[in-house]
């Protein structure tokens, strides 16, 4: 069974920094696209940073230079580094993960259950 768990959100104050990871099980993590994406209240979903199966990676205008996507194949679990937060960066906060290269369509197969993401002016 995948499971795809995050953790690591939490409140900071603008200017801060978090580092949320993403737990991999249940599948072979090596030869997936993984992304990472977050929905505000009142807002669609929108895919913020991804790491293809290929290995190259991609990032939403809106978080480049900022937030910074890796991932740690021996330890089964992504990351998203989170620098110069801005409060309209709060949201929950989504990995995902799929054989298909979907980048940042909403069409993964696997997600995982959010974390929240806060951050105060």
């Known amino acids: 069974q995948v499971q795809l768990v995050e953790s690591g959100g939490g409140s900071v104050q603008a200017g801060g920094s978090l580092r949320l990871s993403c737990a991999a099980s249940?599948?072979?993590?090596?030869?997936?696209?993984m992304g990472w994406f977050r929905q505000a209240p009142g807002k669609e979903r929108e895919g913020i940073a991804v790491?293809?199966?290929?290995?190259?990676?991609q990032y939403a205008d809106s978080v480049k230079g900022r937030f910074t996507i890796s991932r740690d194949n021996a330890k089964n679990t992504l990351y998203l580094q989170m620098n110069s937060l801005k409060p309209e960066d709060t949201a929950t906060y989504y990995c995902a993960a799929d054989r298909v290269d979907w980048g940042f369509l909403p069409r993964y197969t696997y997600w995982g259950q959010g974390t929240q993401v806060t951050v105060s002016s």
């Open positions: 249940g599948f072979t993590y090596g030869a997936r696209c």
């Open positions: 790491v293809y199966s290929y290995g190259t990676t």
